[in-house]
């Protein structure tokens, strides 16, 4: 049988009829190798050999479960209370944990405020610097008109007005804009 041959893992054939089921049983599991397998799904391992495998290899996981468990829980400052698997009767593998924080318990509403208020000042800060650089271009647009502005109408102070001529050929007239 699976308990005898995985003695350090906790196995319980269960079919959940709804998700309170599931979760009543998570929540009433102690330590981190626990194992709720369909009845389906363990009548299937003793008929194929490959089915056996595949889900004796994530019961054989759970036994070594353990030192993982305890790593993640010390890198996040959690409490991990239970851990384990459910193994449904389509065969579907979900891994569960249940803990608690260490770290202080802070509101969910002023978290979420404070994020939208470093989103909306990011966003603002992101808008003053492209309106600052669209400010920039304006102006060197500008400058760069008046340039060629005066270089047309022949008012630029270092040439003469004579320079721009206006010569009648055939119909039309033409501008003679020799610099």
């Known amino acids: 049988s699976l308990k005898e041959k995985y003695p350090d893992v906790n196995i319980t054939v269960a079919d959940f009829k709804n998700g309170k089921q599931e979760d009543a049983y998570m929540l009433g599991s102690r330590g981190y190798n626990n194992v709720a ?13 490959a089915a056996a495998t595949k889900y004796e290899k994530v019961i054989s996981d759970m036994s070594g479960n353990a030192d993982r468990i305890e790593k993640f829980a010390k890198e996040n400052n959690d409490e991990i209370l239970g851990a384990g698997v459910v193994i449904d009767k389509n065969g579907k ?7 608690r924080s260490k770290d202080k318990i802070e509101n969910p509403g002023t978290v979420y405020k404070e994020k939208v208020q470093k989103q909306i000042e990011e966003n603002r800060a992101r808008k003053k610097e492209e309106e600052a650089l669209k400010q920039k271009r304006l102006k060197k647009a500008e400058t760069l008109e008046k340039l060629l502005g005066k270089k047309s109408n022949g008012t630029d102070k270092n040439k003469p ?4 001529k206006i010569k009648e050929i055939g119909k039309g007239e ?5 610099v």
């Open 174 to 178: 033409q501008i003679d804009l020799s």
């Open 161 to 164: 007005a004579e320079d721009v």
């Open 37 to 49: 397998i369909s009845a389906s799904i363990v009548e299937k391992m003793s008929k194929d050999p």
């Open 93 to 99: 593998v979900s891994y569960w944990m249940v803990g």
